[in-house]
């Protein structure tokens, strides 16, 4: 059976940082992109990054890059969204998912959600 499961998400204060971790068991990050989601009170869902199988390639939602890093570590089927210099409109839940990348399209995995909060 897929799992996947996010962490890493607390409170901090605009301008710090959090690294939220996605691990999968069941499949390997080998075989499937992985994507971050979030989604912020009375908004919609969003993709925020995600990295593709193989080369690695990344992809982010204009309004994180520079500030977020995607990584992964295949060997512990992790992977992680570094996030800096964050800001209240980062505030959300944050998903981690199975995805075609760049599109960011999502397949049926997911994993529960992390909340991250971002004060002013």
């Known amino acids: 059976e897929v799992q996947l499961q996010a962490s890493g998400g607390g409170l901090v204060q605009a301008g710090g940082s959090l690294r939220l971790s996605c691990v999968a068991s069941?499949?390997?990050?080998?075989?499937?992109?992985i994507g971050w989601f979030r989604q912020a009170p009375g908004k919609e869902r969003e993709g925020v990054s995600c990295?593709?199988?193989?080369?690695?390639?990344?992809n982010y939602k204009d309004s994180v890059k520079g500030r977020f890093t995607i990584s992964s570590d295949n060997a512990k089927n992790t992977v992680y969204l570094q996030m800096h210099s964050l800001k209240p409109e980062d505030t959300g839940v944050y998903y981690c998912?199975?995805?075609?990348?760049?599109?960011?399209?999502?397949?049926?995995?997911w994993g529960q959600g992390t909340q991250v909060t971002v004060s002013s």
């Open positions: 990295i593709a199988r193989g080369d690695h390639s990344t």
């Open positions: 069941g499949f390997s990050f080998d075989d499937y992109a």
């Open positions: 998912a199975e995805v075609d990348c760049p599109s960011m399209r999502p397949y049926h995995y």
